[in-house]
């Protein structure tokens, strides 16, 4: 039964450009939330999807923005890179269902340069 | 005042005794609790998850929730040093569809 996955593991960047991370959720799950956790921080809530439409947003920028496919998987995209948004980047999973618990990928980290 | 506060530690505690770890948060409206094990560098791993008030076991941890009190807590007994890690505290908020909100985490450390 896999897990939840993301790719990449590791990705550099410079200053302004732009970057699209990618999650599988674990099997049987429909519902994913991308989290964005800097060094000796807790994660912090970006968005939610489910059923392809964006269904939460936490307190991030356009700059930030997502998509899911047909198949449950998602995308989140990064526009504009600025130092700032060098972090730990996490795709967690769940049901659709109030309360289900979300379980996190291994993450996607990010250093801008 | 922050939504989900712990403090980040470090607890230490002795190989086999009780690690308590606290937490309280500011959302009277949340509904769903949840206890993350993060170690150093990888992604935090759901161990417990708490609906209701009062104790709910399982193996060495045991979570506990107190609605009135806005606190929740994880002890974890037999403490072992696979145990040295970041636990995280998350609250689910939200109506229908939730998000977790986290708190900064506590850093055990339980030495030999």
């Known amino acids: 039964d896999a897990g939840v996955t993301q790719s990449p593991t590791h990705l550099i960047k410079t200053r302004g450009q732009q970057v699209t991370l990618r999650c599988s959720p674990k099997?049987?799950?429909?519902?994913v939330s991308w989290y964005q956790q800097a060094l000796g921080q807790g994660p912090q809530f970006i968005f939610q999807y489910y059923e392809e439409e964006e269904r939460q947003r936490g307190n991030f920028p356009d700059r930030f923005s997502g998509h899911q496919f047909p198949n449950y998987s998602s995308e989140l995209n990064v526009n504009a890179l600025l130092l700032g948004d060098s972090a730990l980047y996490l795709c967690a999973s769940s049901l659709g269902r109030k309360d289900q618990p979300q379980h996190f990928g291994d993450g996607t980290r990010l250093s801008i340069l | 005042q922050k939504e989900v506060e712990q403090n980040s530690g470090p607890l230490s505690v002795p190989e086999g005794a009780i690690a308590s770890l606290n937490c309280t948060y500011s959302?009277?409206?949340?509904?769903?609790f949840f206890w993350y094990r993060q170690y150093s560098g990888k992604s935090p791993e759901l161990i417990m998850s708490i609906y209701s008030n009062g104790d709910k076991e399982d193996g060495r941890f045991t979570a506990q929730l107190n609605k009135a009190s806005q606190y929740v807590s994880l002890l974890i007994r037999d403490s072992q040093p696979s145990d040295s890690a970041t636990y995280l505290c998350a609250v689910g908020q939200g109506t229908g569809f939730q998000k977790l909100v986290f708190g900064t985490g506590t850093r055990l450390l339980v030495s030999p």
């Open positions: 099997s049987g799950h429909d519902t």
């Open positions: 959302d009277r409206g949340s509904q769903s």
